[in-house]
């Protein structure tokens, strides 16, 4: 080979890198991903507690439920959390088996819950941020639970649940301690009727719940955004 075919083939060779660099990745300070700083922490959240949708309609009606979480970020993509909530203006339905029709709604009655749970998640980013976003998926075992313990006029009474819930979460990275945070959680649980609901008493109507089980899986979802504050940077 020539020089000159030598000194030809170099060049073209020179060229190409920075065009195959530019195609296949981009400059530290160019990239759209971030790194997301912070092992603990806190979050607060204000959201939308949604009704319960259970076959006898006396499950809790929609509200605002406030919660505070803590995570724990472990040095890779898995986190620990953990949450407790509270929805102090939680209401629900009461009936009156004994009667049908309009007779048989018997008004509603103030319902506050108590929401706690643990689970395991991962950042579907890892420990990066993609253009301050970090979404993360998690999945949790709780408690919901009405802080009213008295039974109504037709014996129920919504009292403490275990749950399962299964989520979307979205941290807001900033690059400082504080960000923001947007939670997406789906809980399921249990209800628990009397033998009232399936006319185990004489009544002048059609029992409340005809079929299927006295113990019917249902749920709520809670949608919320908050602000979160990072430590061990």
């Known amino acids: ?3 000159s075919c030598r000194l030809l083939a170099t060049l073209l060779v020179a060229a190409a890198l920075p065009l ?32 319960v949708d259970d076959p006898a309609g006396v499950g809790p009606k929609g509200s605002v439920l406030a919660a505070v979480t803590y995570d724990y970020d472990f040095p890779s993509a898995f986190y620990l959390t953990t949450r407790i909530g509270v929805a102090p203006s939680a209401e629900r339905a009461v009936l009156d088996p004994l009667f049908d ?22 950042s579907l ?16 075992v709780g408690y919901i639970g009405a802080t009213n313990p008295d039974y109504d006029i037709g014996q129920y009474r919504f009292g403490s649940k275990f749950t399962l819930s299964t989520g ?17 959680t789906r809980s399921f649980f249990r209800m628990s009727y009397p033998a009232l609901y399936r006319g185990g008493r004489a ?7 005809s079929g ?12 919320a955004i908050g602000i979160a504050r990072v430590w061990g940077y």
């Open 1 to 3: 080979m020539t020089l």
């Open 125 to 140: 980013t890892g420990e990066k941020a993609w253009r301050g976003i970090s979404p993360r998926v998690v999945g949790s």
């Open 212 to 223: 299927g089980p006295s113990n019917p899986w249902t749920g709520q979802t809670f949608v």
């Open 203 to 209: 009544t002048t109507g059609d029992p409340i719940i």
């Open 168 to 184: 979307l979460n979205i941290r807001g990275v900033t690059g400082k301690r504080w960000e923001w945070r947007a939670d997406l």
């Open 20 to 51: 195959r660099a530019q195609v296949v990745g981009h400059l530290p300070t160019e990239s759209p991903f971030t790194d997301a700083f912070g092992r603990h922490i806190w979050s607060g959240y204000v959201g939308y507690l949604t009704s």
């Open 101 to 122: 029709g309009p007779q048989r709604n018997a008004g509603t009655r103030r319902e506050p819950l108590i929401v706690m749970d643990i689970g395991l998640g991962a």
